[in-house]
């Protein structure tokens, strides 16, 4: 089975500050691995998304994320901050041939002025 | 551009009765899934589909049943509602399962008195 753990519920960084949201996954097979946010009272939009190819992989609003098998990691980072970042954010993951896609509980970020 | 629709947005159902749950899609996608999102677990599969007239189990489909008769719409229903089904419902459809992006509706509050 696959999981995906996420370490922090709440995280808060000052606006300008680098962001880092911190994702492991367990998979028995190569994962397929996912980033998406969530803003309040709205449905989830992806972020980014790694399947196969290059390790480093950028998605929108200026935020990458890079996959470290070794560490079983898809750390999702930010240089600088912007109020507008402040949103629920979730890492997934999933597989070739699978029809079941498994979500971390989520970290809150915050960004305070 | 409506994207992925749910109705309703709101709902209030005392212990024991029924109520359905629609989802439509207007992108012409194949799958399609019903999600339950709870405070510190994410999101948790509940059924999908990957085609017209034909449904799946996912994580947690007990208590919930599915019906895709067009391409288009997913329900998703509750025939003896519980305080545990207490919840947000995401809908989300894709193009070609999880490779793909899942496009999400923007939720629907059910509470189970």
């Known amino acids: 089975a696959q999981s995906v753990t996420q370490l922090g519920s709440h995280v808060s960084v000052s606006e300008g500050a680098l962001v880092l949201l911190r994702c492991n996954y367990s998979?028995?097979?190569?994962?397929?691995l996912f980033w998406y946010v969530q803003y309040p009272n709205q449905g989830l939009q992806l972020l980014l998304k790694?399947?196969?190819?290059?390790?480093l992989v950028k998605g929108i609003n200026g935020f990458e994320a890079e996959f470290k098998k070794s560490e079983t990691s898809f750390h999702l980072t930010k240089p600088s901050a912007h109020m507008s970042d402040a949103a629920e954010y979730f890492c997934a993951v999933s597989s070739p041939n699978n029809n079941d896609m498994r979500f971390g509980a989520g970290t809150r970020l915050t960004v305070k002025p | 551009n409506a994207g992925v629709t749910q109705t309703p947005k709101f709902r209030v159902l005392k212990t024991g009765q029924s109520m359905t749950l629609l989802c439509a899609q207007d992108m012409n996608h194949e799958y399609m899934y019903w999600y339950r999102q709870d405070p510190g677990m994410g999101l948790r599969l509940i059924h999908y589909s990957v085609g017209e007239g034909t449904t799946a189990k996912g994580e947690v489909p007990d208590g919930y049943n599915v019906s895709r008769l067009k391409k288009q719409n997913f329900l998703l229903g509750l025939e003896s509602a519980a305080p545990s089904q207490t919840s947000v419902y995401f809908c989300?459809?894709?193009?070609?399962?999880?490779?793909?992006?899942?496009?999400f509706g923007e939720g629907s509050r059910l509470t189970v008195l």
């Open positions: 790694y399947t196969t190819g290059a390790t």
């Open positions: 989300a459809s894709s193009l070609e399962g999880y490779l793909r992006e899942l496009f």
């Open positions: 998979s028995s097979v190569p994962p397929y």
